[in-house]
Every structure is written in structure tokens, then in C-alpha cells.
């Protein structure tokens, strides 16, 4: 892929940050992405992101969890070897379950948690020594960026951010595809 | 100002009358002679076969209507290697024993309607504390719904300790056997917790909670009232609410454990269990907080409420959905640790209730836990006021069978049923319980504007 142009939009503010992301969003350019140093409330929404499903994830991961749990109980103490400790009814997994419900419980929980975390790493690509992506170090202290890609209109997008309070407009050359 | 509307309290007035009709009804057929029990009994081996004769030799009991304790079984086992000889005694107590249960049966019925709703407005009462001790920041546009239910508190409390006390005292001991001095001369055990669970004192205790927790509902109420007519800048009145709150708070956890001791509890005086006051609380939290959800999305509908939006009430179902959990938490614990260890003195309890009450008993986990759980975990199901209302109901209805389970194994045993006594009782109920909330409703304005965090709360969203 080419090199593409992209520009890049500092400010110092998340609410100025927030009207300008309504009024670009208005105008009907495209935000590539938005670097933040902590989380904007409504950021999301303004930018139109789709909700995240990582709950339903987590939902069936549960599940999962749970059917491992019970599977894994009702062969080991039920199927294969029913021994008789304490004088517990090993006969079938139900006359046994309150015995077994705090594993339940627990690999229930084990795995939604576990596996929506590794989900969420994946999704976001996210990993021990991996090369970090912030365009300026300054978005993880104090300013915000906004990145947004030009086709042959830069002039005219650059004094829209300059009129959205940007205290920094960067035209940049990115040659990384992602 | 809300108007108390023609149709609802022509609603409420009939569920009272046609209530109280149907209880009169089940207390007039409960007194049964011993030949009619007899020959009930009779008809019933017949119709199960000749298998029912060795159980009913069994079945013998220690006293009048205790059924629940170990000389029960040892009695059971005397007298089944002696059966021939005492087989005419036996037949006797029997029929004796049944009809007691039959006798206690409207009694129960009433007794466990009445506690049902009266447990609703202390669950109230005790989310209200929460919320002013807290100081909550989405909820007081809720505040006057919550004064509204917890105007039940004060006479709901006083029919419960009335038909409890009455039932010794009219009736024939027919709740409390420990109110019976006759059981209570054979009855070691309950001789030993005499001094705790003695009429006078039962009496005495119950007046003190119920005198401590109406107190609080009338200053609560009264400082919130003082403070929407106070000036913008003075807030006396609810650092005042504030601190009562506070108080109330640590009387309540007090308070509501005792009671349930006293009033629950105590229906089997055998048994006992530490948990058993917060099971209650959890229960009455989360019907209470149920009924709150219910009565706001009806003033809604109504547009009387213009100023409570889906964020409240997606509050609301969290709160049912969180507590839901916790009462299943704590009524699972319970049950493991008894069923784990399996002491045959507190075991009983639960083999009692598993064997003739499997469908309630079961059926209640199902109702207060697999379907909060699943109907009300999504987020956005949490904001359709219809969804909410229906596992409204549901919890209700679960928590009914909640209270139920814990009185009437203990006083109708197997003879339980759910039918004109029982529906009455909550028709009767219901009715009350309804004419007092929502005639309170039309005491003060809906929304409390005095409150330093009503303009959080009326912006408030999720």
C-alpha cells in the first residue's frame, strides 16, 4: 500500500475535543481514530462506534465454564469412580450437586473472566513487547489527537480544525498500512 | 399531587371484601370433629392403597402439632417395634394430629400473607435508610414513592404481631406451639428457650422493633416534608434525615434479625439457624425494592412521574437482579451447610420441607433466581418497563412462596395447599396493602424538590 496522508489534530481540552468531534463528524469527514490519555465519556457515541459485544462473550464463555464444571464432576465422581466418602450420595450428579455447586460457581466465573480479558487483548490487539502505536507521547499525559485521512482536501480540513480549537494541526505521512 | 383514582380504590376495596370473605370461609371450614378427620382419613388410604396403612403407623407425633424434631423419630421407632400393641393409641393421635393441621391452616394462611406484605414496606423502609445514609445521588425522585409503601409499615407490623399473638390466644395455639403450655411442660427443649420464647416477653419485643421502626418512618417523613418547604440554602432537615438514617440503619439489622427469629423462627422451636435473619432481610430487600420498580412504572404510565427516566429504572432492575442473587446466595448457603453436614436435629428442617414440599421449595429457586437471572442480566432489557414488570411479578410471586415455606411446613405439614384460604389471605392483603400506599401517594407532592441531590437525580442517566 502507498504511503497515505493523514492529519493529525492536538488538543488540550475533552470537551473541546468532544463539540469538535460533533462538528467533523457533521461535516461528513471520517475520523480515523482518536488518541486519548484517559477515557472520554460519550466519546464513543459522538464518534458513532458500534456498541462492544464483549459481554455476550463473556456470557458464553460462562456457559462454558459451567458445562466444564459438570461434565468434568459428574465423570470424576459420579461415572468413574462413585466411592462413598462421608456417606454422600454419589449415585447420580443431581442427589450430589450442592456438594459440587461451589466448583460450579467458580468455573463459571474462572472462565467468563479468563476468557473475555484474553478477548479483549486479541480484539485489541494487544501484547507483551509489542510495538507501541501512540503518534505523540503527549496523548498519554495531557492532549488529545485526532487523526483523520485526507484525499487531496487537506487545506480546507486543516482550517476546520484550527476552527474547532485544535492547538495543533500536523499534516503526517503514515506509511504503515493497519 | 397524586389523586388516589376512583377505579383502583374500588379495586383495592374489593380485593379486601372478596379477601375477607374468602378467610372468613377457611376459618369456618377448618374446625373439623375428630370422627369427620377420621373418616377423611379413611378415604384417603383407600383411594392410595394398602401402602398408606404401614406409612400413617409411622407417622406419629411427640405432643399436639410438633412434627419437626428428633423424640419424633424416636418416638417413630418405639412405637413401630411395639406397633401392635399401641396401634389403637397411635390411630388416635393421628387423626388428632391431622386435625390440628387442618385447624391451622387459615390461621397460617393469613399469618403468611400478612408477614408477605408487611415484609415488602420493612424492605422499603430499609432501602430508604440506605439510600439518605449513602447519600445516593439517582434515587430521590423516588423518595416519595418509597414513603408511600412504607406508610404500610406501622399497621402491617401490628397485624402481623396481632394474628401471631391472637392465634395463641383465640386460637388453639395454632402458629406457635411454644405459646402452648401444655407442649411446652413435655417438651425439654423448648422449656430451655422458655425465657427467650415466652409470651409477655414476644409481645414486649415485637412492640419495641415495631416502635423503632415507625418512629423512623414518621421522622423521615416529616424531614423530608419540612425540607421542600424549607429555603434553598438550608438543609437542616435532611442532615437530620441523614442521621436518623444512619441510626435507624444499625436498629433495623438489629431488629429485623430478632424478628425474624421471633416471628418466623420460632414456628419450629427446635431448630434454629445463624443465617436465618439475614435469608429474611434478603428476601424483604428485594420484594421491597420489587414493589418500588412496580408502583413507579404504574405512576408513570400515568405521567405522573414525568421526571423518572429509564435510568432509574434501569437502577431499580439492577438492584432486583443484584439481590435476587444475594437472597439465592444466602438461601443456598444455608442449605448446603445443613445438607452437608446432615445433623439430624437441624436436617429435619429440610427433610420436612423436601418431602412435601418439593414443588414450592424447588420451584421457588426457579422463580427467585434462574429467571431474574436470565431475564434481567441484559442491559437493555433492563430499561422495557414491561420485561421489568413481568419478572416483577415473578419475584413476588416467588417470594410469596419464600415466606411460605418457612411457616407452613411447620404448622399445616403435608395437609398444605394452595387454595381458597391462601389466595384470600393475599387477596385480603393486597387490598390493604394498596389503599394505604397509594392514600399516602396523595399525602405529599411525587417529587421531593427539597432534597440537595433532586437536580442530580432528575439529570441522572446511565
Redesign the interface.
Known amino acids: 500500500m502507498e504511503a497515505s496522508k493523514v492529519i493529525h489534530a492536538i488538543y488540550t481540552d475533552d470537551d473541546v475535543l468532544m463539540s469538535a468531534v460533533k462538528r467533523v463528524k457533521s461535516e461528513r469527514y471520517h475520523i480515523e481514530e482518536i488518541y486519548t490519555p484517559f477515557p472520554v465519556h460519550g466519546l464513543d457515541k459522538a464518534m458513532g462506534l458500534e456498541p462492544t459485544r464483549i459481554?455476550i462473550a463473556s456470557?458464553i464463555y460462562g456457559c462454558i465454564g459451567l458445562t466444564v464444571a459438570i461434565v468434568m464432576m459428574n465423570f470424576i465422581m459420579i461415572e468413574d469412580w462413585p466411592q462413598n466418602i462421608g456417606?454422600k450420595p454419589s449415585f447420580s450428579y443431581i442427589e450430589n450437586m450442592?456438594?459440587f455447586?461451589p466448583i460450579m460457581f467458580e468455573l463459571t466465573v474462572f472462565f467468563a473472566a479468563h476468557l473475555m480479558v484474553i478477548t479483549f487483548y486479541l480484539r485489541s490487539r494487544m501484547w507483551p513487547f509489542k510495538k507501541a502505536e501512540n503518534p505523540d507521547p503527549r496523548t498519554t499525559d495531557d492532549h488529545f489527537l485526532m487523526e483523520i485521512a485526507i484525499h487531496g482536501n487537506e487545506a480546507e480540513l486543516a482550517s476546520l480544525l484550527k476552527e474547532t480549537g485544535a492547538v495543533e494541526v500536523n499534516l503526517v505521512d503514515k506509511d504503515e498500512a493497519h | 399531587m397524586y389523586t388516589f383514582s376512583k377505579k383502583l380504590k374500588t379495586v383495592s376495596i374489593a380485593l379486601m371484601l372478596i379477601g375477607a370473605l374468602g378467610v372468613v370461609y377457611g376459618f369456618m371450614t377448618s374446625h373439623k370433629s375428630f370422627e369427620e378427620v377420621e373418616t377423611m382419613l379413611a378415604e384417603e388410604a383407600s383411594h392410595h392403597g394398602g401402602g398408606h396403612e404401614a406409612e400413617t403407623k409411622a407417622h406419629v407425633v411427640a405432643g399436639d402439632t410438633d412434627h419437626s424434631d428428633n423424640t419424633h423419630q424416636d418416638n417413630a421407632h418405639d412405637a413401630l417395634a411395639d406397633v401392635e400393641h399401641h396401634a389403637a393409641d397411635e390411630h388416635a393421635e393421628h387423626v388428632e394430629h391431622v386435625q390440628h393441621q387442618i385447624a391451622n391452616r387459615p390461621w397460617s394462611a393469613l399469618y403468611v400473607a400478612a408477614f408477605f406484605f408487611f415484609m415488602i414496606a420493612l424492605g422499603v423502609l430499609a432501602f430508604y435508610a440506605i439510600q439518605f445514609a449513602s447519600q445516593a445521588g439517582w434515587s430521590p425522585v423516588l423518595f416519595r414513592v418509597m414513603e408511600g409503601i412504607t406508610a404500610y409499615v406501622l399497621p402491617g407490623a401490628l397485624i402481623v404481631l396481632g394474628i401471631a399473638v391472637a392465634s395463641g390466644v383465640i386460637g388453639h395455639y395454632n402458629i406457635f406451639i411454644w405459646m402452648d403450655p401444655e407442649v411446652v411442660e413435655h417438651d425439654k427443649l423448648i422449656q430451655g428457650k422458655s425465657s427467650f420464647l415466652n409470651l409477655p416477653w414476644f409481645i414486649i419485643r415485637g412492640l419495641i422493633f415495631i416502635a423503632g421502626w415507625s418512629l423512623y418512618r414518621h421522622f423521615a417523613r416529616k424531614f423530608s416534608i419540612a425540607q421542600d418547604n424549607a429555603d434553598i440554602n438550608d438543609n437542616r432537615n435532611f442532615k437530620k434525615s441523614f442521621r436518623i438514617a444512619a441510626g435507624f440503619l444499625v436498629f433495623y439489622i438489629y431488629t429485623e434479625s430478632m424478628m425474624s427469629w421471633d416471628w418466623i423462627m420460632s414456628v419450629d422451636p427446635h431448630w434454629f439457624s445463624t443465617l436465618f435473619g439475614w435469608y429474611v432481610f434478603a428476601s424483604m430487600f428485594v420484594s421491597g425494592i420489587t414493589v418500588i420498580a412496580l408502583i413507579t412504572m404504574y405512576l408513570k404510565s400515568k405521567d405522573l412521574l414525568p421526571f423518572v427516566n429509564d435510568s432509574h429504572l434501569h437502577d431499580l432492575a439492577k438492584f432486583m437482579f443484584a439481590i435476587s442473587i444475594f437472597w439465592t446466595y444466602l438461601w443456598f448457603s444455608q442449605f448446603m451447610l445443613i445438607w452437608y453436614s446432615n445433623i439430624p436435629e437441624e436436617v429435619t428442617y429440610f427433610v420436612t420441607r423436601f418431602a412435601d414440599y418439593k414443588l414450592p421449595f424447588l420451584g421457588m429457586v426457579v422463580m427467585n433466581f434462574v429467571f431474574p437471572l436470565l431475564v434481567l442480566m441484559n442491559s437493555d432489557y433492563k430499561r422495557i418497563p414491561w420485561f421489568v414488570v413481568m419478572a416483577g411479578i415473578v419475584i413476588l410471586c416467588g417470594h410469596y412462596i419464600d415466606v411460605f415455606n418457612m411457616i407452613m411446613p411447620a404448622t399445616v405439614g403435608d395437609r398444605w395447599y394452595i387454595g381458597i384460604p391462601e389466595l384470600s389471605s393475599i387477596m385480603l392483603f393486597a387490598g390493604l396493602f394498596m389503599f394505604v400506599v397509594f392514600t399516602a401517594l396523595t399525602k405529599a407532592p411525587l417529587l421531593a424538590k427539597g432534597n440537595p441531590f433532586i437536580k442530580e437525580s432528575e439529570h441522572f442517566h446511565y
Do not use: L, T
Request: hydrophobic residues 65%; without cysteine.
Open positions: 459481554a456470557f456417606g450442592p456438594a455447586v
